[in-house]
């Protein structure tokens, strides 16, 4: 007699036992995939904030190539001392975001630095130049910057939206 009352305690105890590892299972499962979820909007808005972190460093180098020619003194100053005068570049952010967290535009990035290097060379050896498409080494370097932009913005409507 025993062994029939204890039949159904057993087996009432066998489920309670089940649904609660099923219920732990489920609410287990549901947490890593929220936590999956939230680590991957936080790593798209980190991308999102980085892209714009990078788009304003182009637009500060562009600048402070446009100011760079206030800053250089024709015939006495050599690249070196010419650019000593001067805060850092932002080219070697616009790089390190790249690297990082951009490496697919790593490269555009490293041919829009070439191209910006010849511009700067430019003008420290020959001064002043027209902002305009007649001076040739502005020109590459306006198109470059054009190229880049549209680069960005084509990456954040695929990436980020």
Same mark, same amino acid.
């Given at each position: ?9 057993l087996?009432?105890l066998a ?5 609660t590892i ?5 609410g *287990? *499962?549901?947490?890593?995939?929220l936590?999956? @979820?939230?680590?991957?909007d936080?790593r @798209? ?6 892209l714009?972190e990078l788009?304003?460093e182009?637009?500060?180098?562009e600048?402070w190539?446009y100011? *760079? ?10 690249i070196f001392?010419?650019?000593?005068k *001067?805060p850092?570049a932002?080219?070697s952010k616009?790089?390190?975001? !790249?690297?990082?967290y ?13 191209? !910006?290097a010849a +511009?700067? +060379?430019?003008i420290? @050896?020959?001064g002043?130049q027209?902002f305009?498409? !007649? ?5 590459q +370097?306006?198109?470059?910057i ?16």
């Amino acid at each position: 007699m025993a062994d029939s009352s204890l039949m159904p305690a057993l087996i009432g105890l066998a489920g309670t036992v089940a649904g609660t590892i099923m219920g732990f299972g489920g609410g *287990l *499962l549901t947490q890593l995939a929220l936590e999956h @979820r939230r680590q991957a909007d936080a790593r @798209r808005t980190k991308k999102k904030e980085k892209l714009e972190e990078l788009a304003c460093e182009l637009y500060a180098h562009e600048y402070w190539v446009y100011t *760079l020619p206030n800053n250089v003194e024709r015939g006495k100053d050599d690249i070196f001392t010419a650019l000593a005068k *001067l805060p850092p570049a932002p080219i070697s952010k616009m790089l390190a975001i !790249s690297n990082v967290y951009f490496p697919e535009l790593q490269e555009h990035i490293k041919i829009f630095s070439k191209q !910006s290097a010849a +511009h700067i +060379h430019f003008i420290v @050896r020959n001064g002043q130049q027209p902002f305009d498409a !007649s001076n040739k080494p502005f020109a590459q +370097h306006i198109e470059a910057i054009k190229q880049l932009e549209d680069l960005i913005r084509s990456y954040a409507k695929r990436e980020l939206q």
